[in-house]
C-alpha cells in the first residue's frame, strides 16, 4: 500500500462514520537463523501521524477548494482539521483543452484559526491557543 493511497482509505473511511480502522502492520519481517526480526517500514510513521491526527475526529463534510482537489473537514474538541490532496487533475477552461491559469484569491492566513462553528467578529481573530487578538 502506497503511503497516499493510505491517507486517502483513512480519510474515506472515517467520513463514512466507520467506528474501526485495521491496517495490516507497517513491518517487515525476516527470519535470521531461529528469530525473527522486524523492521518498521515508511508506513509506520504515516500511520502513526494519520492515528493520532485524526482518531476521535467527527467527519463534518467536504469542502470545495478548488477543480481537482479533495478536502475533508473533520473536527476534534471544537478544532477544526482538514486533511486535502489534489486529484492529479490539472484545471482547464473547457473550450481548448488549456490549462488556467489560477488567479490570486484571498485567503485566511495561516495563523488565523478559529474553532469550527465560530464566526469571527469584525474586530478579532481567534488564534489557535484560544486567544483573541483584536485587528
Known amino acids: 500500500m502506497q503511503i497516499r493511497d493510505l491517507a486517502q482509505r483513512v480519510a474515506y473511511a472515517l467520513s463514512a462514520d466507520v467506528e474501526r480502522i485495521d491496517i495490516k ?3 517487515t ?17 504515516i500511520a ?17 477548494i478548488a ?17 486535502l ?21 484571498p485567503r485566511r492566513a495561516a495563523n488565523e484559526c478559529r474553532p469550527v462553528g465560530q464566526r469571527d467578529t469584525p474586530h478579532s481573530v481567534h488564534r489557535p491557543n ?3 487578538q483584536l485587528r
Open 29 to 45: 519481517v525476516e527470519r535470521v537463523g531461529d528469530q525473527l526480526m522486524s523492521q518498521p517500514d515508511e508506513l509506520l510513521l
Open 25 to 27: 502492520l507497517p513491518f
Open 130 to 132: 484560544g486567544q483573541h
Open 67 to 83: 477543480e481537482g482537489v479533495e478536502a475533508f473537514l473533520f473536527e476534534r474538541d471544537g478544532q477544526g482539521i482538514m486533511m
Open 48 to 64: 502513526r501521524t494519520l492515528m493520532t491526527t485524526l482518531g476521535g475526529t467527527t467527519f463534518r463534510g467536504k469542502v470545495p
Open 85 to 105: 490532496w489534489d486529484r492529479g487533475i490539472a484545471p482547464t477552461d473547457g473550450k481548448d483543452g488549456r490549462v488556467k491559469t489560477p488567479r490570486a484569491q
